[in-house]
């Protein structure tokens, strides 16, 4: 009854906020998936504008660039590069959610959440990740559920408060102690 409801919903809204339907994004971030995934770093959605972490047009991945360059002292030429970097270290971004959140009200917001809790335990079984990191608090909950359902043990999860109303310095200190154990 959830997964029924969260794709009606979905279906809704992925015409209803702009007027116009929402491209997919998975061919997009097929392009950056590496072969063997180390680290699956976990969003919650995608804007309802379409930008993503692998667009490059946010604060989430000006954020976590900033976080790599810290950590390893150096500056990307431009997000493609950087990309390269997160792909060649068997990095990989998915998102709790494949369609946008924008705009939806805490209760239908919640249920989406829940609803797609199983396919992303699927897709976490098919990455094997070694490492996971979450990328915001309230999704903390859906994606160690996913994580149970998903049957496989992570050397380890980080949970990571996302860098919101001006928190980005912590943010980008926080994820940065955690890519000194990964890189």
Known sequence: MVNTLARMINDVYRILPYGFPMKSVEPIKSVH???QIRALFIGESRSAGGAFFYTGNNR???DTRKAFEQTLGIEF??????FEF???RGFYMDSLVLESLTG???AVHRKISESCIPDLAKRIRVYQPDVIVIYLKRIWLYVAEAIDQSGIEPQAVYPLSFAENGRQRKFIDNL???LTKLI
Do not use: G, H, Y
């Open 77 to 82: 030429t431009d997000n493609q590069e950087f």
């Open 176 to 178: 940065s102690e955690i």
């Open 104 to 106: 939806v009200d805490k």
């Open 86 to 88: 997160f792909k060649a």
């Open 60 to 62: 989430f991945t000006v």
């Open 33 to 35: 998936k590496p072969d």
